[in-house]
């Protein structure tokens, strides 16, 4: 019998990175190209969401402000790592409407 973990284990992710630290890519590449099925990297400038890449992927590795606009309409996605500390960015207006409360 195969354990459920073991077969969770065996799946990897689809990483997309948008962001415009130099190097990220390269980076992540070799620390996570063993541990990811693929990663891909995107323009920050230029990305809407409508890109293939952020379809499919279940992990964004990204700053907040380039992704807050979209980020809530991508149907694969499970996990958001934030190059900045915090995650107020991330909220797309919560925190404004919040503060009226």
Known sequence: MISKSVTMAAKRPF????????????????????????????????A??????????EIIVSEPHHCRLWLYDLPNLKLVLGTW???????NGALILLSFL
């Open 48 to 57: 809407t969401g409508s890109e293939p890449e952020l379809q499919q992927a």
């Open 15 to 46: 990483i997309c990175i948008v962001s415009e630290i130099p190097r990220l890519f390269e980076v992540l590449g070799k620390g996570c190209g063993h541990t990811a099925s693929k990663i891909a990297f995107l323009n920050p400038t230029t």
């Open 85 to 91: 500390a915090g995650v107020d960015r991330f909220l």
